[in-house]
């Protein structure tokens, strides 16, 4: 157990250190565009703020993919063999879980609260009722949370049936096509419990930021 905790966190910290050298970067370029600092050399009309937000848009790609950085970095932490595949079939599937929940909300949004999923605009800097843009998907915002369950259900997939012979006249299906086939068939439910369930979550999420907000120090 207590090396699978340690696969498990070594799989987890190294997406974790490239939050590192975005985050000093990123605090370089919020300081460099400040005019308490910098005066009107930093207004937004000057090529100066020009060149750092450019920068500063550079730096914040890593964490504007968090989930995505998960979905890659655990199958290739935790995948037993061929983790380059593992971690393409992990990408697959959170993309087919994605588009399954874009799909779901979109015909059926009603049943889960989003009466009006197909016309609701993702805006930057804005809760977006807890929707967010996954790979261009409109989708529920599950963060890393849903990145790390698809990843793990991937694995568990990969590190199972990778290796499984198929009849002859099924052989193009082997390797990571039957992981793919089998991470479809999973992300089905899985897209289906996710409408239902994590509104909820967000919600319950919500409404603690909200107390934490407005009880002071005790919040915190």
């Known amino acids: 157990m207590m090396q699978k905790l340690q696969r498990f966190g070594a799989a987890m910290f190294t997406p974790v250190l490239l939050f590192t050298f975005a985050g000093i970067m990123t605090a370089i370029c919020v300081l460099m565009t400040n005019t308490a600092i910098f005066g009107g050399l930093a207004d937004p009309s000057t090529n100066w703020y020009g060149v750092w937000s450019t920068l500063q848009a550079g730096a914040f790609t890593v964490f504007n993919i968090i989930p995505l950085l998960f979905v ?8 037993k063999k061929s983790g380059g595949r593992a971690a393409m079939e992990s990408v697959v599937n959170y993309a087919a879980w994605n588009y399954m929940i874009n799909a779901m909300l979109t015909y059926w949004g009603g049943a889960f609260g989003f009466k009006n999923f197909a016309k609701m605009q993702i805006v930057a800097n804005s809760t977006n009722q807890g929707l967010t843009n996954i ?5 529920l915002d599950t963060s890393i949370v849903g990145a790390l369950i698809v990843a793990g259900i991937t694995v568990w997939l990969h590190n199972k049936y990778f290796d499984k012979k198929l009849p002859s006249w099924l052989g193009t299906f082997q390797g990571s096509s039957y992981i793919v086939i089998l991470g479809f068939v999973a992300m089905i439910p899985l897209a289906l419990i996710t409408c239902f369930v994590w509104p909820k979550i967000q919600g319950g999420i919500s409404a603690l930021q909200g107390f934490m907000k407005a009880s002071g120090v005790l919040g915190i």
């Open 72 to 79: 890659v970095g655990l199958p290739i932490g935790l995948a």
């Open 135 to 139: 790979i261009g998907i409109k989708t």
